[in-house]
T-cell receptor, first 109, second 117 residues
Framework: RKEVEQDPGPFNVPEGATVAFNCTYS??????FFWYRQDCRKEPKLLMS???SGNEDGRFTAQLNRASQYISLLIRDSKLSDSATYLC??????????FGAGTRLTVKP | NAGVTQTPKFRVLKTGQSMTLLCAQD?????MYWYRQDPGMGLRLIHY???????AKGEVPDGYNVSRLKKQNFLLGLESAAPSQTSVYFC????????????????FGPGTRLTVL
């Protein structure tokens, strides 16, 4: 089993839709969790950190479920500009950061 | 600030050739990382450094060497390139938080696309 797993998608949704991604992790002792966005042929950029209590940034909501060992990202009112690959990242302990393979999202008019 | 820069942007090597990828950051970050990204595999950590003069192995270190002689630079070397090393290589850096622990948020360079024939 991979340390961090994501549904690769692709997710194809119309503008205005709500879409959710999950990311599961194997190490129950993991403490830090993140969502990164990666545009085609570009570098990953931090979208948001994921806090234990959940956090929201505009149309984006991130949540952590420690009991089931997954994090989620919810995007409301999808925009064309949200089309990208979304990577989750989990600190497995110390300096060992592991990334998922990414979930590809395409928002269509 | 330029952030994290990488050179070269593209490179084609023949099997057995050597090369060095350079990563530079102007944010005074202590931590620096080298990743490779392959389709369906996500980002995999090759080596990392928690400060000038120190390096450590990541998830997939075989076939690579690194050096951190200056705080702002992190070099990745391939001594004898193999086709399996065809990939996109990303460098990243992060702050040092309290107690010398990285704050985890990583800032990535634009990547180097390497093809080994």
């Amino acid at each position: 089993r991979k340390e961090v797993e994501q549904d690769p998608g692709p997710f194809n949704v119309p503008e205005g839709a709500t879409v959710a991604f999950n990311c599961t992790y194997s190490n129950s002792a993991s403490q830090s969790f993140f969502w990164y966005r990666q545009d085609c042929r570009k570098e990953p950029k931090l979208l948001m950190s994921v806090y234990s209590s959940g956090n929201e940034d505009g149309r984006f909501t991130a949540q952590l479920n420690r009991a089931s060992q997954y994090i989620s990202l919810l995007i409301r009112d999808s925009k064309l500009s949200d089309s990208a690959t979304y990577l989750c990242a989990v600190n497995m302990g110390g300096d060992d950061m592991r990334f998922g393979a990414g979930t590809r999202l395409t928002v269509k008019p | 600030n330029a952030g994290v820069t990488q050179t070269p942007k593209f490179r084609v090597l023949k099997t057995g050739q050597s090369m060095t990828l350079l990563c530079a950051q102007d944010m005074n970050h202590e931590y620096m990382y080298w990743y490779r990204q392959d389709p369906g595999m996500g980002l995999r950590l090759i080596h990392y450094s928690v400060g000038e003069g120190t390096t450590a192995k990541g998830e997939v270190p075989d076939g690579y060497n690194v050096s951190r002689l200056k705080k702002q630079n992190f070099l990745l070397g391939l001594e004898s390139a193999a086709p399996s090393q065809t990939s996109v290589y990303f460098c990243a850096s992060s702050y040092t938080g309290l107690a010398g622990v990285s704050t985890d948020t990583q800032y990535f360079g634009p990547g180097t696309r390497l093809t080994v024939l």
